[in-house]
């Protein structure tokens, strides 16, 4: 058995993504057994230098491989590409049975292994959640709230170069979280498929366009043309709330006027410690359900597999990360 104070924190993956979540993970001021599991030295090297003044109650240990993972664990974080997460999760459930899982998105590539992984958390009674992480900004929650009982609301992003195909599965979480239902259509038509940073991978450049619950429009846009940074805009006909992430501004607007400014604390993954406190002592989580993200994704990768001229019907896995 576990000791119910000592909590066991597994990561899989220390990669850029995977050190952000050991950051987030040392700050906490609780009694903590992590273990890293990550095959790259340098990558090894990179999260262990990263993690400065560890509390004398963390015990951190890094591993090349699954040989010392222990049967059980509070919390196992999976920090790895979408491609081989299946079969990592697969070698990690065959070592430990988490009480929670942590997986970053974009989950998985295939609606089969949806499908087919839905059940196998079932039917261990895994909690498993998404790291669609601005469920976990306070200022999205606030904006929430604003948006109490105003019908037809649309969402629209729009920027410069910022990963829409690893990203956009955000922002369709987000209109999911501030408007309170899923979006029923998603259309690539107005993609531009682009080569990508990541080896067997495809990028977009262009409009994804959707419709939002409610009745207002969701469209995500990642500009080719460098220097225009990410905005968010939220509202309806008369009225519309407009996010600069980067500058950390909310601004209201009546028509063509600004009505009121306010700050928008945007927090990195490392600087947000209470997720994972959350999950590993309230066993609560505010990030998005397995089931509920599976309903988001599976359109999605449908809309750009489409798009690429790929079979749905045989299910081929969508070439992105």
Wanted: net charge neutral; with cysteine.
């Amino acid at each position: 058995m576990i000791n119910s104070t000592l909590k066991r924190v597994l990561l899989i993956g220390c990669g850029n993504i995977g050190m952000r979540h050991l950051q987030a993970v040392t700050s906490l001021d609780k009694p903590l057994d992590i273990m890293v599991i990550e095959p790259d030295d340098d990558n090894r090297a990179k999260a262990e230098a990263s993690v400065e003044k560890l509390s004398s109650h963390v015990n951190l240990r890094f591993f090349a491989d699954w040989r010392n993972v222990p049967k059980q664990a509070d919390l196992a974080i999976v920090a790895t590409p979408a491609q081989p997460r299946r079969k990592v999760l697969e070698v990690l459930l065959t070592h430990t049975a988490p009480k929670w899982l942590f997986l970053e998105k974009v989950v998985f590539v295939t609606r089969r292994d949806f499908d087919e992984m839905i059940g196998v958390f079932a039917d261990r009674d895994i909690r498993t959640v998404i790291n669609c992480s601005r469920r976990g900004w306070p200022s999205y929650d606030a904006l929430r709230e604003k948006l109490k009982g105003k019908a037809n609301l649309s969402l629209k992003v729009i920027g410069s170069n910022w990963n829409l195909a690893s990203n956009s599965i955000h922002f369709i979480d987000l209109a999911v979280h501030l408007f309170g239902g899923l979006p029923f259509s998603l259309n690539a038509d107005a993609l531009i498929p682009e080569d990508s940073k990541h080896r067997g991978c495809v990028e977009f450049t262009g409009s994804l366009i959707g419709a939002c619950a409610g009745g207002g429009n969701l469209t995500i846009t990642n500009l080719k043309e460098p220097g225009v940074p990410l905005t968010v805009e939220v509202g309806n006909a008369d009225e519309r709330w407009i996010v600069e992430e980067g500058n950390h501004r909310l601004t209201h607007f009546r028509g063509n006027k600004a009505i009121a400014s306010e700050e928008f604390y945007t927090p990195f993954v490392s600087q947000m410690g209470y997720l994972y406190q959350e999950m590993l002592y309230d066993n609560v989580s505010r990030m998005t359900p397995f089931n509920l993200s599976a309903q988001e994704h599976r359109p999605f990768i449908d809309a750009l597999r489409n798009r690429l001229g790929q079979s749905l019907e045989e299910d081929a896995p969508c070439p992105i990360t």
